[in-house]
Protein backbone atom coordinates (compact mmCIF):
# COMPACT_ATOMS: atom_id res chain seq x y z
CA UNK A 1 0.00 0.00 0.00
CA UNK A 2 3.04 2.01 0.89
CA UNK A 3 4.54 2.17 -2.83
CA UNK A 4 0.57 3.48 -4.07
CA UNK A 5 0.86 6.01 -2.03
CA UNK A 6 4.00 7.35 -1.47
CA UNK A 7 5.31 8.16 -4.62
CA UNK A 8 8.80 9.89 -4.62
CA UNK A 9 10.54 12.22 -2.47
CA UNK A 10 9.91 16.19 -3.37
CA UNK A 11 13.65 17.63 -3.11
CA UNK A 12 14.25 21.58 -3.69
CA UNK A 13 16.23 23.70 -1.55
CA UNK A 14 13.29 24.98 0.38
CA UNK A 15 12.10 20.85 1.51
CA UNK A 16 16.05 20.41 2.69
CA UNK A 17 15.59 23.28 4.82
CA UNK A 18 12.07 21.80 5.83
CA UNK A 19 14.26 18.70 7.37
CA UNK A 20 17.48 20.10 8.87
CA UNK A 21 15.51 22.67 10.60
CA UNK A 22 16.74 26.48 9.13
CA UNK A 23 14.66 28.92 9.73
CA UNK A 24 12.24 30.25 6.67
CA UNK A 25 9.51 31.73 6.06
CA UNK A 26 6.62 29.50 5.77
CA UNK A 27 7.93 26.77 8.79
CA UNK A 28 10.54 27.38 11.20
CA UNK A 29 11.16 24.03 13.20
CA UNK A 30 12.51 21.35 11.17
CA UNK A 31 11.79 17.92 11.19
CA UNK A 32 9.47 17.68 7.98
CA UNK A 33 9.85 15.82 4.60
CA UNK A 34 7.91 16.74 1.54
CA UNK A 35 6.86 13.58 -0.62
CA UNK A 36 4.77 13.55 -4.14
CA UNK A 37 1.78 11.23 -3.36
CA UNK A 38 -1.18 9.92 -5.13
CA UNK A 39 -3.42 12.65 -5.57
CA UNK A 40 -6.43 10.82 -4.02
CA UNK A 41 -4.80 9.22 -1.13
CA UNK A 42 -6.18 11.38 2.21
CA UNK A 43 -4.15 12.69 4.91
CA UNK A 44 -4.86 9.35 7.22
CA UNK A 45 -3.71 7.14 4.36
CA UNK A 46 -0.39 9.20 3.49
CA UNK A 47 0.32 9.48 7.28
CA UNK A 48 -0.19 5.07 7.52
CA UNK A 49 1.67 4.58 4.19
CA UNK A 50 4.48 6.67 5.80
CA UNK A 51 4.47 5.16 9.28
CA UNK A 52 4.53 1.53 7.75
CA UNK A 53 6.94 1.95 5.01
CA UNK A 54 9.78 4.33 7.42
CA UNK A 55 8.63 2.50 10.59
CA UNK A 56 8.38 6.13 12.40
CA UNK A 57 5.81 8.09 13.74
CA UNK A 58 3.76 10.99 11.85
CA UNK A 59 2.74 14.30 13.78
CA UNK A 60 0.91 15.88 11.36
CA UNK A 61 0.50 15.85 7.52
CA UNK A 62 -0.10 19.22 5.32
CA UNK A 63 -1.37 18.35 1.57
CA UNK A 64 -1.71 20.96 -1.43
CA UNK A 65 -2.16 20.33 -4.83
CA UNK A 66 0.31 21.85 -7.48
CA UNK A 67 0.74 21.33 -11.11
CA UNK A 68 3.47 18.54 -10.21
CA UNK A 69 1.03 16.62 -8.16
CA UNK A 70 -0.22 16.63 -4.94
CA UNK A 71 2.31 17.33 -2.18
CA UNK A 72 2.03 16.00 1.42
CA UNK A 73 4.57 17.67 4.05
CA UNK A 74 4.93 15.51 6.57
CA UNK A 75 6.04 16.50 10.27
CA UNK A 76 7.79 13.43 12.38
CA UNK A 77 6.90 12.64 16.06
CA UNK A 78 9.53 14.01 18.44
CA UNK A 79 12.57 11.58 18.56
CA UNK A 80 12.16 10.59 15.06
CA UNK A 81 15.09 12.46 12.14
CA UNK A 82 13.31 13.90 8.75
CA UNK A 83 17.66 14.16 7.95
CA UNK A 84 17.83 10.06 8.52
CA UNK A 85 14.67 9.43 6.44
CA UNK A 86 16.55 11.79 3.86
CA UNK A 87 19.86 9.73 4.07
CA UNK A 88 18.05 6.27 3.44
CA UNK A 89 16.01 7.51 0.45
CA UNK A 90 19.49 9.21 -0.99
CA UNK A 91 18.04 13.22 -0.70
CA UNK A 92 21.48 13.91 0.92
Do not use: C
Request: glycine share 6%; hydrophobic share 40%.
Amino acid sequence: MARKVLLYPYVTEKTMNYMTGTPTQDFTDGNKIVFIVDRFANKAQIKAAFEEYFEVRVDKVWTKIAKDGKHATIKLAEGYSAEDIGMRIGVF
